[in-house]
């Protein structure tokens, strides 16, 4: 049965963020002159908030006392309203090949976050694991930036390496609250919190959203934005504190590699790119990297291990 639930965690995350690896030239091809980065931004927060405040009616509601609304309150800045406000910021200025190379320190940073806060060990294995991981996202990003000539932004860049820093936050902070709550009671703060927090800055950017106002709507654009709504925010955030409550945070932060080879296959696919050797090694590297880190000795299992050589 354990098995089994922590399988589903490893399926979960996997098709999160094969959502947001095709959420990223979906929303670069927007933010270039049909939507500004803010009004994108505060449309999946009041979308995703009414999404998952409608769905609350659905599931058992659950009491959330005033220290844990602090702690969602966090999670709620860290995980979306500053990552993704500052993420689109950044991408609007910068290359995908750039953003896709910044995300791959995610799964340091949780490991790292992870030993601090959770006290997860930091093993040999792990480690190795997600420079493996590292390693193999980073060459199949290089493969794919020779045949693309893209810009790249100082300031863009940084506002990317920000915004995967406070993901990791939420991605570490949010594990103790996944195993108290359901997805939907902790999404649903977490948007209204984000929604609260960045409505007043925001509002104006949607009426001023240049894809309302074509003189005949573009649907590819409009379709665009849909996507971007449900399945690159409202569906990968349920599946994120499902995942968190089966499996590590730095298991589901490892997953961020997954992005630059859906991205790749995507680019294959619409023949901007052409399938090659290289991508197969990369991904290789990935998966190997990928099963170090879930294989890797847990503190549960370090602890169980001391206990049994005590008995």
């Known amino acids: 049965m354990l098995k089994n639930e922590k399988l589903k965690g490893h399926l979960l995350i996997l098709f ?19 939507v500004a980065p803010e009004g994108l931004t505060i449309m999946r927060m009041l979308f995703a908030c009414s999404m998952f405040w409608i769905t609350s009616l659905f599931v058992k509601q659950e009491k959330v006392p005033f220290k844990d609304l602090a702690l969602l309150f966090l999670c709620a800045m860290c995980g979306v309203a500053i990552n993704q406000s500052v993420f689109l910021s950044g991408l609007s200025r910068t290359s995908p090949v750039d953003v896709s190379i910044i995300a791959t320190t995610g799964p340091i940073y949780v490991m790292l976050l992870a030993a601090v806060i959770l006290k997860e060990p930091i093993t040999r294995q792990k480690t190795t694991g997600v420079l493996i991981g590292a390693a193999g996202a980073i060459a199949l990003i290089l493969f794919s930036a020779q045949t693309h000539a893209q810009s790249s932004d100082l300031i863009g860049n940084l506002m990317v390496f920000f915004s995967g820093f406070m993901y990791s936050i939420y991605v570490v902070v949010s594990k103790p609250l996944s195993q108290r709550y359901s997805p939907v009671t902790i999404m649903k703060w977490m948007f209204l919190f984000s929604a609260i927090v960045l409505f007043p800055f925001m509002y104006k950017d949607i009426a001023t959203t240049p894809a309302f106002h074509t003189a005949t709507p573009d649907w590819k654009v409009l379709g665009g934005i849909a996507f971007i709504l449900l399945g690159a925010t409202y569906i990968p955030y349920l599946m994120i504190p499902m995942s968190l409550k089966r499996i590590r945070p730095t298991t589901v932060s490892m997953y961020n590699y997954m992005q630059p080879i859906v991205a790749s296959l995507i680019a294959i696919i ?35 291990e001391k206990l049994k050589m005590k008995s």
Request: proline share 2%.
């Open 16 to 34: 999160a963020n094969i959502l947001f690896g095709i959420n990223m030239p979906v929303s670069k091809s927007l933010l270039q002159g049909m």
């Open 270 to 304: 619409a023949g901007q790119d052409k399938f090659s050797l290289g991508n197969i090694l990369s991904a290789i590297l990935v998966f190997s990297g990928v099963y170090l880190v879930t294989h890797s000795k847990s503190r549960e299992d370090i602890e169980s």
